[in-house]
């Protein structure tokens, strides 16, 4: 019996982000509700590193994990959602390019609420927030809690629709982001991206998270 | 009559704290450990940076053990959580007396400690003993202050 041919769908640094940041918001969220705040802060750190990853690989990556690739005008949207039998894109369809933007964001305004954080009895805080005094630092912490919120909503909706995949349009959108690929009769070539923009992406992306860490590099 | 205008007004402008002190009790106190929270974010900034500003520990350290002799007074009978007063307070504060007691003279004493530690100049020492002052804050609201986890 042949194999089912298959069609590429996420490159490796495209999947080891995801399930990283699965694990590392789940331990954000544990460190914090437990005290443990240098872990926390680790944990931050090393999202940061991913988001920052993320953003460029958006840009030198393989075609389906670029943002020039996926975000697609409300017409493409309409499309999209009017007709149940189009075929599915290869990676991110219209309307889900663009919540990937909407957790992107996001995150990045929890990081960045993070880096200013103090809490209540001026104890624990963020890598910058000798930048700002006591009371904008408590304000970043209650946007820290607020956006966490809306991590929340944003991360449940999510699951919510691969489900609603999975159950409704019988398709399995975790299998293709844990092995990178899904059956396809007829694959169509994705240009991947090689390991020159690899190193490009990883190197910028730690040099910024280990800058913005780095003791009183601010 | 004019003056005794204004010694009646004079004795309600001298009184009037004392009448308004039950209610305006909390707004002290939480002004007061926002001030304690605001120096010792400042203590913590400079012990974490590569060249500390002693003066500003020293100054921040006073400002935390000054405020540490008044926050016993905080707490009086009655100023504890009740509908149209928002306070972190927990009622444990007055149900469990004895261990609030003993929470307080931690801070009370860690203040002091660190103060002492603050004057002698001692960087390595100082982030030693700001970790116990921060302790004696964490060992306190973790048992008697609602926690909002952010």
Redesign the interface.
């Given at each position: 019996m042949a194999r089912t041919p298959r069609q590429f769908v996420w490159d490796l640094p495209v999947r080891l982000f995801h399930w990283a940041l699965v694990l590392l918001i789940g331990f954000s969220w544990w460190s914090?509700?437990n005290?443990h705040m240098d872990w926390h802060r680790l944990s931050g750190q090393a999202v940061l590193f991913l988001i920052a990853f993320r953003l460029i690989w958006g840009v030198v990556g393989s075609d389906t994990a670029r943002f020039a690739h996926f975000l697609k005008g409300p017409r493409a949207i309409r499309v999209y959602l009017a007709d149940r039998n189009a075929p599915a894109p290869v990676g991110h369809n219209p309307l889900g390019g663009w919540s990937v933007v909407a957790m992107l964001a996001v995150l990045v305004m929890q990081v960045v609420s993070g880096l200013f954080?103090?809490?209540?009895?001026?104890?624990e805080?963020g890598p910058l927030?000798?930048l700002v005094?006591?009371?904008q630092?408590?304000l970043a912490?209650?946007i820290?809690?607020v956006v966490f919120a809306g991590l929340q909503a944003l991360i449940a909706l999510h699951v919510l629709a691969v489900l609603f995949y999975l159950a409704v349009r019988r398709r399995n959108l975790v299998g293709p982001m844990v092995t990178g690929s899904a059956a396809a009769p007829a694959p169509i070539s994705v240009r991947r991206a090689g390991p020159l923009a690899l190193v490009v992406a990883l190197l910028l992306s730690t040099a910024l998270a280990w800058w913005l860490f780095a003791?009183?590099a601010l | 009559m004019r003056t005794l205008l204004i010694a009646a007004g004079l004795a309600a402008l001298l009184t009037s704290p004392l009448i308004a002190a039950p209610g305006d009790i909390v707004a002290t106190r939480i002004a007061g450990?926002?001030e304690?929270?605001?120096?010792?974010?400042?203590?913590?900034?400079e012990l974490?940076?590569?060249r500390p500003q002693l003066y500003v520990v020293q100054i921040s350290a006073r400002q935390i053990r000054d405020y540490a002799r008044q926050h016993m007074g905080w707490f009086p009978a009655g100023s504890g959580p009740r509908p149209g007063v928002k306070t972190a307070a927990k009622p444990e504060i007055w149900t469990q007396a004895p261990a609030f007691k003993k929470a307080q003279d931690g801070f009370t004493t860690q203040a002091n400690a660190f103060a002492g530690v603050a004057g002698s100049g001692d960087v390595a020492k100082m982030r030693v003993a700001a970790k116990a002052l921060?302790g004696s804050?964490?060992t306190c609201?973790r048992s008697f202050r609602v926690e909002?986890?952010?």
């Open positions: 914090a509700e005290y954080a103090v809490d209540t009895d001026g104890i805080s927030s000798h005094d006591f009371d630092g408590r912490s209650a820290h809690g003791q009183s | 450990f926002r304690v929270g605001a120096a010792f974010k400042n203590i913590n900034d974490k940076s590569g921060g804050c964490a609201h909002d986890k952010r």
